[in-house]
């Protein structure tokens, strides 16, 4: 079964830790993203840019709109995910928690949800 980590943050705390930390942080995101991969659970693993190069699509009165910046204002913001393959909700859970940005953050289990079309 298919689950996506997603992994929150204060990115804006991440980006002032030390340079040597944060270079640490993203060394054991790489090794941790290695052994899941070599363990058959990687699908697949990013970072993401920064909210406030986010844009946002809506539809109002028929018509896209987008708007520059996070969808929603908050401490936490959407700094990357990990889809993954795991047995079951407490493999998953169990892989989630080794994720090295637990340690700054949270990560959130979802598991995927195949859309059949009529």
Avoid: W
């Amino acid at each position: 079964m298919r689950y996506v980590c997603l992994v929150y943050g204060d990115g804006t705390a991440i980006e002032t830790l030390p340079e040597d930390e944060k270079r640490k942080l993203d060394r054991d995101s790489i090794a941790y993203d290695e052994v899941l991969e070599q363990a058959g659970h990687l699908i697949a693993a990013d970072a993401l840019e920064s909210v406030s190069r986010a844009t946002c699509l809506r539809t109002r009165g028929g018509k896209i709109v987008s708007t520059d910046g996070p969808f929603a204002e908050s401490k936490e913001q959407l700094l990357g995910f990990l889809l993954i393959e795991a047995k079951d909700r407490e493999e998953a859970i169990t892989l989630a928690s080794k994720v090295p940005m637990v340690r700054y953050g949270t990560i959130e289990v979802r598991a995927t949800h195949y859309i059949e079309a009529d």
